[in-house]
């Protein structure tokens, strides 16, 4: 079998506007300008990927996407047998330095053919399960106490058993939305903050004091990622466990990480990480460190989405049982770009049980959300 061309479709997919996420630092994301990718074959075997990019995450968006997949990583694959993702993945990364996101869209799309190809799910092909489904938590976003409350209650309500709350605001409101959040939701749900990076080192171990009353049980990237050291002093200070997220995209970055004691838990995504593999080895160097990883999320689509739930079901080190993940991307838009559905409920993450990725593209809405 051979790769005989890449195809690259830019969509952009309106966010619900009611649950648009805000947070520290970062700004808010209210739309999302992903890459979708179509590896062809001369098999007739087609596999799909999505580089769920957005500049702020990573400095790529669905234009800087498709120009190095055109340019650079295509002509490395075209006339390659897409069955042989490590050696190909292995190229590529050297092709092209960074633009993770990039490089994972071309990554999953890859283990699609592997798996259509093979007639299994793509986690088989990793390992096989590890679980029977992805505990999920939900993102309630920065927003005013009230309305933040309120978003908490629905995701209650919509089953979710786990959530985290966006601060790194200012610290009263911060401390004011977590309050209102648990109060919305009672003591029997997990809680946790995720500043993105939001906090100075100055308030980052204040606020996080003041937030503990409210039972919260991690803090996700309390300080930037800028300084790795800083947010080893922030760890030294807090009492639960520190979750690195915009710090970690690379093994490196977690051998950094783990030397310096700047965290507990790594937050990994197969669009950080530039593909599912090199996502699953990090997982496997932090269980070798003795600590965990759970699954983050940039808000994919459905094919996105569904990279992440094979990873997560066939991934040991990712310790989704006590750091529920964030494969919650699907809720967000009133169209997933699937012909059908992933099984991604409140709480629960499970991937199709067909060959590959287990997704086909709603051509009809792929053509609607098209970006020109
Ligand atoms: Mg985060």
Not at 196 to 210: C, D, F, H, Y
Not at 261 to 287: H, Q, W
Request: hydrophobic fraction near 45%; include cysteine.
């Amino acid at each position: 079998m051979k790769i005989t061309r890449i195809e690259t479709i830019p969509v952009n997919v309106p966010i619900k506007p009611e649950l648009a996420i805000r947070s520290g630092r970062g700004g808010s994301h209210t739309a999302s300008p992903f890459l979708l990718v179509k590896v062809h074959t001369d098999d007739g075997f087609v596999g799909l990927g999505e580089a769920s990019c957005t500049p702020r995450w990573s400095g790529e968006d669905q234009v800087s996407a498709a120009h190095f997949i055109n340019h650079y990583l295509a002509p490395k694959l075209v006339g390659e047998n897409p069955i042989e993702v490590e050696r190909l993945a292995g190229t590529f990364r050297l092709s092209v330095a960074g633009n993770f996101f990039t490089k994972a869209a071309i990554e999953m799309a890859l283990w699609d053919i592997a798996g259509k190809a093979a007639g299994k799910p793509v986690y088989e092909l990793l390992g096989g399960k590890v679980r029977e489904f992805i505990p999920t938590k939900w993102s309630v976003s920065g927003v005013e106490p009230e309305r933040a409350a309120e978003i908490a209650r629905w995701a209650v309500a919509q089953g979710f058993r786990a959530m985290k709350v966006k601060v790194g605001i200012n610290p009263d409101g911060d401390v004011a939305r977590v309050r209102a959040v648990r109060a919305a939701i009672g003591p029997d749900i997990k809680l946790g903050v995720d500043a993105n990076g939001g906090w100075s080192l100055a308030v980052a171990a204040k606020t996080i004091e003041r937030l503990c009353e409210f039972g919260i049980y991690f803090a996700e990237q309390p300080v930037s990622p800028d300084d790795v050291a800083e947010m080893a002093l922030v760890r030294k200070q807090i009492g639960i466990p520190v979750i690195a997220d915009e710090s970690i995209y690379t093994l490196q970055d977690a051998k950094t990480l783990v030397q310096l004691g700047a965290a507990d838990v790594f937050s990994i995504y197969v669009g950080k990480a530039g593909g599912i593999l090199p996502a699953k080895r990090i997982a496997e160097f932090t269980e070798a460190a003795g600590l965990k990883c759970t699954v983050g999320s940039n808000l994919e689509l459905g094919v996105g989405s569904a990279a992440m739930t094979h990873l997560a079901m066939a991934t040991r080190g990712i310790d989704a049982e006590h750091f529920p993940c964030d494969i919650i991307g699907p809720f967000f838009y009133e169209h997933d770009l699937l012909a059908e559905s992933l099984p991604i409920v409140g709480g629960q993450a499970r991937p199709n049980l067909k060959p590959g990725l287990g997704v086909e593209l709603d051509e009809a809405k792929v053509d609607q959300f098209r970006a020109t």
